[in-house]
């Protein structure tokens, strides 16, 4: 039998893989984006001024600057972010959110907010799920990759 550790690391990381699945195909469906796409306009959003360096975003999403260049690109030409150049120095290029990709944001947030809703409401009444978010929390809290 796996000890405790990698058990319950197995079945976080299969619980994010079941979410992930259910928002894919509504978020493409409905939303026309991924994701992924879903988490750079988040953390986009979250950020000071709603901007950040390519690099910055790569490293808050755990993904690298080349995969975070790649998806910039079709998010740039559907107008959901924009680049930036530094005003001091030219080299160092901003991922900036636009009114678009923010409007696109709230759309999409409703739908993540129904498909958590049907994954935590049969599950566990609202004190196990506060204890559980808590948890949850303390796993994240300090990373820079942290949302909430």
């Not at 690391?9 to 879903?38: C, K, M, P, T, Y």
């Amino acid at each position: 039998m796996e000890n405790l550790y990698e058990q319950s690391a197995l079945r976080l990381l299969q619980a994010a893989d079941e979410i992930r699945a259910r928002l894919a195909g509504e978020f493409s469906a409905v939303h026309g984006i991924s994701v992924n796409e879903f988490f750079v306009l988040l953390h986009l959003e979250r950020a000071t001024k709603h901007r950040l360096p390519r690099v910055e975003l790569a490293k808050r999403m755990h993904i690298s600057a080349s995969t975070i260049t790649r998806m910039a690109a079709p998010m740039e030409k559907i107008g959901l972010i924009e680049r930036h150049t530094d005003e001091r120095d030219a080299r160092l290029a901003y991922m900036v959110i636009t009114d678009a990709g923010r409007e696109k944001l709230s759309e999409t947030r409703a739908t993540f907010a129904k498909q958590a809703g049907y994954l935590f409401d049969d599950r566990w009444d609202e004190a196990t799920l506060n204890q559980f978010s808590t948890e949850l929390h303390r796993l994240v809290s300090g990373s820079v990759s942290n949302l909430t």
